[in-house]
């Protein structure tokens, strides 16, 4: 039986992801939803009773929005360990980042098949983290931006099938969450929020963009600090929740906003992702907060971690406990930071907070997501 995610938060997670990588030379050949489930483990924040192991999803689940022809090219590219020239042409496999690794089709359907679940969990009431989730890009019939499948919105479609008639889905990666956003163009039950870095890749997500009505996109400037990101939540994010009054609410985590992340060039701490996650609580009668991009093993398990402390009200200590120190001091990242890492990736869990100003930029932001033309 599984847990009651209305007595206490519950976590989804997977040993699939522990020693899959995208290649040696891929930004996810860093491991991180093993990392954050190690740390939790190691923090002492894990009961057993709460952990509930992703299924995969089936494929007539995968098909209420994935193509049939998508699929089948997946599965051949697992298969084969290769993609021919007709498959990477017409469904981006093995192109524009999105490689041909050893579980290109199992990994992602486990990730769909967990938020699916965590989505089917809070019908409800209550909270599920599923750190695995949180790929925004996948197409209904391609790969994009290192994403296979769209687990957000399967996870989101089975809140609609279930009868929820307003869904927010709020978008915290340092990318535009395009593939969701156009996944429920002009759907009156679920509005989408995302504040992504402006001019970086997908290149979408413009301040004009509204979907119809039913976005709000906040593209933010290099240089993103804490204090914008407080100011712009409570002055414009927070403020739009609460004005669709959600049934349910969708996060997708994702860490590359943080300083220390290579993909992107924003300056957030991790102090301000768990702000978010604490304050949206309050406004989300369901809640599943997924994973997304973080290129940073150390930065990402640490923000990630962190998540399931915030859900679960629990106090994040100064120092980490040995065990958990232990996890990070194993970790193997192989881009120049990782050469050399601060003594505080192997000893907290808090990042010092990155305060500044609020610059014009961030006010003008409001100022237009607020305006209803």
Known sequence: MLPDPLAAPVYIGSEIYRHSTYGAKHPLAVPRVSTCTDLIAAMGWLDPARFVVAPMATDAQLLRFHDPEYLAALKRAEAAQAVSAEDRARFRIGADGNPVYREIFRRPATSAGGVMLACR??????VVHC???????????RASGFCYLNDPVLGIMEWLEAGLTRVVYLDLDAHHGDGVQDGFHDDPRVFTLSLHEAGRWPHSGLVEDRAGGMARNFPVPPGFNDSEFRWLLHEAVLPLIERFAPQAVFVQGGADAL?????????????ALWHAIEAVMKLAPRLVVTGGGGYNPYTTGRCWAGYWAVLNGLPIPERTTPEAEVVLRGLQYNRAAGRNPPAHWFTTLRDAPREGMVRDEIRNLARMALSES
């Open 259 to 271: 300083e220390e992340d290579p993909l992107a060039k924003l300056s957030l701490s991790n102090n």
């Open 121 to 126: 969990m809070v019908a409800d009431g209550g």
């Open 131 to 141: 750190p695995g989730g949180g790929t925004h890009h996948g197409r209904p019939d």
